[in-house]
């Protein structure tokens, strides 16, 4: 039997990382050892070195909660809105371009459905993908929404000059600049939160639905013929 290479006998290194970062530290430890004795002595003789990677990778992400992603997700976000309404304005001696929302969004829903394909592999639920789509769009909304509440109050000579923001005060019916913002982070929490909970659970459902089809897939390619 030929022994695996050294590199190969070690679990992707991005999957360790997350297992570091994203798995309750009450657990981490333990999990860590039997998923490494697990990945040496079964399932890489078993698999191969990309077959037990893609394996370990996919142990370690089932193992990530729905809330932990969400909140993380969430920070990413409100630091990206940090740069985008306060750093580079600030570099670019207080003149900002406005970025194309669309690949954002594209990535995130990208994101809510793999956390409903997560879930799904974990419990084989599709209500389970679905809770879990809405939960990581939940809290991952609401700390970009807080970020965006924030940064327009605490740096709001800065913001008042974006192109969008003043149109927002011409089409308002409020006196000034931070009452014209505030009332719109309140219909953001009130209307759009929600329904960005609802887009979250959708794409949850569907990741469960994708990991649904995936399985019956496999199962019927190794089926018997």
Same mark, same amino acid.
């Given at each position: 039997m030929i022994e695996p290479r050294p590199e190969a006998a070690a679990p992707p290194g991005w999957a360790a990382a997350?297992?570091?970062?994203?798995?309750? /530290?009450? %657990?981490?430890?333990?999990? /860590?050892? %039997?998923?490494?004795?697990?990945?040496r002595e079964v399932i890489l003789p078993r698999l191969g070195p990309a077959g037990a990677r893609r394996w370990y990778g996919r142990q370690v992400l089932s193992l990530v909660s729905s809330a932990r992603l969400g909140l993380v997700l969430g920070v990413v976000l409100a630091l990206g809105a940090a740069a985008g309404d306060v750093l580079l304005p600030l570099a670019n001696g207080g003149t900002g371009g406005s970025d194309d929302p669309a690949p954002i969004a594209v990535v995130l829903l990208g994101l809510?459905?793999?956390a409903g394909y997560l879930a799904w592999q974990k419990t084989g639920r599709l209500a389970a993908a679905a809770r879990a789509g809405a939960i990581v769009a939940l809290l991952s909304m609401a700390l970009t929404m807080l970020a965006f509440f924030v940064i327009d109050n605490l740096f709001l000579d800065l913001v008042s000059r974006q192109p969008e923001k003043i149109w927002l005060l011409r089409h308002s019916r409020y006196p000034g600049m931070r009452a014209t913002l505030n009332a719109a982070h309140a219909r953001g929490v009130l209307f759009v939160l929600p329904l960005l909970t609802l887009a979250g659970a959708v794409c949850g459902a569907t990741g469960g639905v994708a990991g649904k089809l995936a399985e019956m897939a496999r199962l019927r390619w190794r089926a018997p013929r």
């Open positions: 997350v297992l570091r970062i994203l798995v309750a /530290a009450r %657990d981490r430890e333990t999990i /860590a050892g %039997d998923l490494i004795e697990e990945y809510w459905g793999a």
